[in-house]
Every structure is written in structure tokens, then in C-alpha cells.
């Protein structure tokens, strides 16, 4: 059982070139987050999605895109990077908070993909 | 906006101290809360959680933690520390804005043990 599993691990990329971050789990969890963690500003959630097919905007979506074709897959796209963007980012997942048991609504992170933008 | 918020951003203990971190958030209704922690080079486990019942919850390493509604609080505490629970320590919560889809975190503590 692998739990959240995030690709790349690391990345560096030049000012403007494209990327996707591929987010995948194996825990039939419905919901799935990706944050990125800047020194000084915990974790900041991007984009979620609660179901197949759904994404929505976190607090900070902002040049980033995603997608969940299939359940178990969360993808994260920058189309045009930017500095500002270099960061850790990381994956997360649980289960639906409105069904029990509660114990089932924790985040279940992944190892994180850092990213450095020049 | 609803949020949540840690007040120590880096703290510095010796082995056997006792640790109190502060957590507050900014919602007054049902909330769901949780810890965070993160080892040097490795992702974000949980430590705790409060979902409803007793305020005082117990997590894994000795970790407890006190839901004070009136305060808005939700600390994390621990009597004696390890120079192996150096780390840093998110506060997080989920909170009806968006239907408790969303999960907010708090800035982090940074807690360094030394020997």
C-alpha cells in the first residue's frame, strides 16, 4: 500500500517552461489537495478536488492548473513558470469529511516535489 | 476569512522541558482540528486530532492536546521533550467555509531540541 505518491521528486526549470506535478493514490480517497510550503508560511492549498471530473481554487491558485481525470490521479500544471513559484509542493488526500467514521476525514501526505524555478 | 493561526514561529527547548504550542482559530462553530509534524526531510504526519467529545485529545509520542472552545484554542502540549521531536509543527483545521472541504493550516512552529 503506497499511499500518496507525488512525481517528480525534484525539478528545476527556467523562467517560462511548462511542467505537470502527477499526484496519485491508492486509497480510493475521493478527495485530493495539492499545497505548496514556503519557509514562513506553512502550507498554502493551491487547487482541491472533491470527486472525478471537480476541481476547485484554494487560497493561492494562481498560475497553476489542474486536473483529475480518474479518481486516484491529481495533476498540477504551471504553464509558464515563475520564480515565485519555486516552492515545495505536496500532495494530500482523504476521504469524504461528511462520512464516517471521522477518523477517515485526516490528510494523507506525500513525500512532496521541490521545485526551483530560475 | 476564517483561519488558523500560530502564535510561536520557532522555539527552542532543552530534552526533558515541557512544550506548550499555541493554535487559535478564528471560527466560533463546529471545527475540526488537527496537528501536524513534520521531521526534518520527511512529509507531514498527523500528530492528533478533535473531531467532537472530549477536549483533551492524546496522539502518538506522548502528544496531547486541548480544544478550549471559548478560546478558540487548540494547544499542543507535551510534559517532557526528545531531541527526536525536533521538527516542525503545523496547526490545521477544517472549517465550514467551503462545507469542511478544505482543509487551512497554520504558519508552523518550528521546535528545536536540544540535547
Known amino acids: 500500500n503506497a499511499g500518496v505518491t507525488q512525481t517528480p521528486k525534484f525539478r528545476v526549470l527556467k523562467t517560462g517552461q511548462s511542467m505537470t506535478l502527477l499526484c496519485a493514490q491508492d486509497?480510493?480517497?475521493?478527495?485530493m489537495y495539492w499545497y505548496r510550503q514556503d519557509p514562513g508560511m506553512g502550507l498554502r492549498l493551491i487547487h482541491y478536488?472533491?470527486?472525478?471530473?471537480?476541481?476547485a481554487k484554494g487560497e493561492v491558485p494562481d498560475g497553476y492548473n489542474v486536473s483529475r481525470l480518474k479518481k486516484q490521479n491529481f495533476l498540477l500544471g504551471l504553464e509558464s513558470a515563475a520564480p515565485s513559484q519555486t516552492s515545495v509542493y505536496f500532495c494530500?488526500?482523504?476521504?469524504?469529511?461528511?462520512?464516517?467514521?471521522?477518523?477517515?476525514?485526516?490528510?494523507?501526505f506525500g513525500a512532496g516535489s521541490r521545485l526551483t524555478v530560475l | 476569512a476564517q483561519s488558523v493561526s500560530q502564535h510561536n514561529h520557532h522555539v527552542i527547548l532543552s530534552e526533558a522541558a515541557s512544550l506548550e504550542l499555541g493554535c487559535n482559530y478564528s471560527y466560533g462553530g463546529t471545527v475540526n482540528l488537527f496537528w501536524y509534524v513534520q521531521y526534518p526531510g520527511q512529509h507531514l504526519q498527523l500528530l492528533l486530532k478533535y473531531f467532537s467529545g472530549d477536549p483533551l485529545v492524546k496522539g502518538i509520542k506522548g502528544f496531547e492536546a486541548e480544544f478550549i472552545k471559548s478560546k478558540f484554542s487548540f494547544n499542543l502540549r507535551k510534559p517532557s521533550v526528545q531531541w527526536s521531536d525536533t521538527a516542525e509543527y503545523f496547526c490545521?483545521?477544517?472549517?465550514?467555509?467551503?462545507?469542511?472541504?478544505?482543509?487551512?493550516f497554520g504558519t508552523g512552529t518550528k521546535l528545536q531540541v536540544i540535547p
Open positions: 486509497m480510493n480517497h475521493e478527495y
Open positions: 478536488s472533491v470527486g472525478e471530473g471537480t476541481t
Open positions: 494530500a488526500s482523504s476521504n469524504n469529511p461528511g462520512r464516517r467514521p471521522w477518523g477517515a476525514n485526516v490528510l494523507t
Open positions: 490545521a483545521a477544517r472549517l465550514p467555509s467551503g462545507g469542511y472541504q478544505k482543509v487551512t
